[in-house]
């Protein structure tokens, strides 16, 4: 079956806009989550969603939010870019919330601020 | 955010030979996880690890829950060109349902 997507792969925006990411996930799952990966900071989880709610929080500003589709589908949405948003941005499904550590990540979208 | 400490950062070898990496945390973790991120592409999942003391293989992969629960350990048995990415593990708490990543450790291997 297949994986789970994330599109665009690629994305250039100005310091100042917003910009909307979205995640496919796997046939059948329904839990999807979210994580900002820096060569800095590493990977840092941003947001879970399971049924169209968000069920837990990273430590991230306001800027960052997401929403889920009642198809399972999600959408990230990053609002006033900063030079330091510039990150990959990677998409995890798995069946339930509960055993969300048996992740399934899609192949990220790459964000630059500019 | 909080990061688990993940050593060696990087690490340089040679095809055939075995390689040991390992991961600490100052948090109790119910379960540890090993990835695996080749160039533009998500992590894969390796291992997963349930109990601590477990000792779980993966083909040449073989990993270890500690008893503390408070590290693990990734080893990888006469390694090939494929092996070569980035290793991440990860602790999973059941409170706060949340995956924690280590910064990684880098495998190239030296033709």
């Known amino acids: 079956k297949a994986g789970v997507t994330q599109t665009p792969r690629y994305l250039i925006k100005t310091r100042g806009q917003q910009v909307t990411l979205s995640c496919s996930p796997i046939?059948?799952?329904?839990?999807v989550s979210w994580y900002q990966q820096t060569p800095g900071q590493g990977l840092q989880f941003l947001f879970e969603?399971?049924?169209?709610?968000?069920?837990n929080k990273g430590n991230f500003p306001g800027r960052f939010s997401g929403r889920q589709f009642s198809n399972s589908r999600s959408e990230m949405n990053v609002s006033t870019l900063e030079l330091g948003d510039s990150a990959l941005y990677l998409c995890?499904?798995?069946?339930?919330?509960?055993?969300?550590?048996?992740?399934?990540f899609g192949p990220g979208t790459r964000l630059t601020v500019t | 955010g909080q990061q688990l400490n993940q050593s060696p950062q990087s690490m340089f070898i040679q095809e055939g030979e075995d390689v040991s990496m390992n991961c600490t945390s100052s948090?109790?973790?119910?379960?540890w996880l090993w990835y695996k991120q080749d160039p533009g592409e998500g992590p894969v999942l390796l291992i997963a690890?349930?109990?601590?003391?477990e000792l779980t293989s993966n083909g040449r992969l073989t990993a270890q829950f500690g008893i503390t629960r408070k590290d693990s350990f990734l080893n990888i048995s006469a390694s090939i060109p494929s092996d070569v990415g980035i290793y991440f593990c990860?602790?999973?708490?059941?409170?706060?349902?949340?995956?924690?990543f280590g910064t990684g450790t880098r495998l190239t291997i030296i033709p």
């Open positions: 990860s602790g999973f708490n059941f409170g706060n349902e949340k995956l924690t």
């Open positions: 690890l349930y109990k601590a003391g």
């Open positions: 995890a499904s798995s069946l339930f919330p509960t055993v969300s550590y048996e992740q399934y």
């Open positions: 948090s109790i973790f119910n379960t």
């Open positions: 969603y399971f049924s169209e709610t968000q069920r």
């Open positions: 046939s059948g799952h329904r839990s």
